[in-house]
């Protein structure tokens, strides 16, 4: 599976930042996928997963209600929607394949994107 992530940039505290990530390689559809980030000097951070079907989706505690992920099967696209950003959530964000939909472990992502940097200002 190759996963690619795009959408970051720069914006202002308060803002909002839509980012994509496409895949291919395989049968899209039955894949779960996450999203985490790392900010410099710190280690990686489970952001959101959605499962296969969409049904059900998994955040961070922290993350509630001001990121949303979703998918479109039909596009090969997972999106993680964030809202009312803050510079704390300045990061090179991941997007990753699971078996383990909800799960904040990185050993249990199997496929990595290359990360689409996010910085917000202040």
């Known amino acids: 599976v190759q996963l690619q992530a795009s959408g970051g940039g720069l914006v202002q505290a308060g803002g909002s930042l839509r980012l994509s990530c496409a895949a291919s390689g395989r049968r899209f559809s039955s894949i779960n996928l996450g999203w985490f980030r790392q900010a410099p000097g710190k280690e990686r951070e489970f952001v959101a997963t959605?499962?296969?079907?969409?049904?059900?989706?998994y955040y961070a505690d922290s993350l509630k209600g001001r990121f949303t992920i979703s998918r479109d099967n039909s596009k090969n696209t997972v999106y993680l929607q964030m809202n009312s950003l803050k510079p704390e959530d300045t990061a090179v964000y991941y997007c990753a394949t699971t078996y383990f939909p909800g799960s904040g472990n990185t050993g249990e992502y199997v496929y990595w994107g290359q990360g689409t940097k996010v910085t917000v200002s202040s």
């Open positions: 959605i499962t296969w079907h969409g049904s059900n989706t």
